[in-house]
T-cell receptor
Framework: EAQVTQNPRYLITVTGKKLTVTCSQN?????MSWYRQDPGLGLRQIYY???????DKGDVPEGYKVSRKEKRNFPLILESPSPNQTSLYFC??????????????FGEGSRLTVL | DQQVKQNSPSLSVQEGRISILNCDYT??????FLWYKKYPAEGPTFLIS?????DKNEDGRFTVFLNKSAKHLSLHIVPSQPGDSAVYFC???????????FGQGTRLTINP
């Protein structure tokens, strides 16, 4: 089954404790991206990657890091989480051939709470 | 600076009637527009899209209309069914950017 898998799905942590949200896709997609969803703000892009070893900032990259060492994986790293990073996070992937159409496949989301 | 706006946070429609969800945008360089649907505890899923060279695209019960002069697009669902109850996000792409810009979302509730 084609899917984007995120872990953990739910996490409560404390300010300053480094954490990583993993994302893996099994569709051999070149493009991957991270979004955060906040009330009244919709989905905002954090980082994206066009392919292995190619990453770029989205609209709200502050406080986040990413890496793309393998095609299937695109982890999101919060080096020193703060309460304003409490949000619902989505990983998404897309085939290079569908980039013009913008048809993203999303994971189920990871709800992060930073106390 | 919200380039894509969905001004209605929620919409309630009776089953069998038409649902119309609206979206406005400000960037005239957008060349592709999409609608995504999201159920609780799930990720958004792609629903329908339209290129800026068209003014209408239809897929079953779903039709998207694009009015470039007004920088406005709408999603029509006819007839509305209970399973259509979800949050709908419009999104736009273009201007040389590979990213999608999303609206805030509209929660659609279909009442029996």
């Amino acid at each position: 089954e084609a899917q984007v898998t995120q872990n953990p799905r739910y996490l409560i942590t404390v300010t300053g404790k480094k954490l990583t949200v993993t994302c893996s896709q099994n569709m051999n997609h070149e493009y991957m991206s991270w979004y955060r969803q906040d009330p009244g703000l919709g989905l905002r892009q954090i980082y994206y990657s066009m392919n292995v070893e190619v990453t770029d900032k989205g609209d709200v990259p502050e406080g986040y890091k990413v890496s793309r060492k393998e095609k299937r994986n695109f982890p999101l790293i919060l080096e020193s989480p703060s309460p304003n990073q409490t949000s619902l996070y989505f990983c998404a992937s897309m085939s290079q051939g569908r980039i013009v159409a913008g048809e993203l496949f999303f994971g189920e989301g990871s709800r992060l709470t930073v106390l | 600076d919200q380039q894509v706006k969905q001004n209605s946070p929620s919409l309630s429609v009776q089953e069998g009637r038409i649902s119309i969800l609206n979206c406005d945008y400000t960037n005239s360089m957008f060349d592709y527009f999409l609608w995504y649907k999201k159920y609780p505890a799930e990720g958004p899923t792609f629903l329908i899209s339209i290129s800026s060279i068209k003014d209408k695209n239809e897929d079953g019960r779903f039709t998207v209309f694009l009015n470039k002069s007004a920088k406005h697009l709408s999603l029509h669902i006819v007839p509305s069914q209970p399973g259509d109850s979800a949050v709908y996000f419009c999104a736009a792409r273009g201007g040389g950017a590979q990213k999608l810009v999303f609206g805030q979302g509209t929660r659609l509730t279909i009442n029996p």
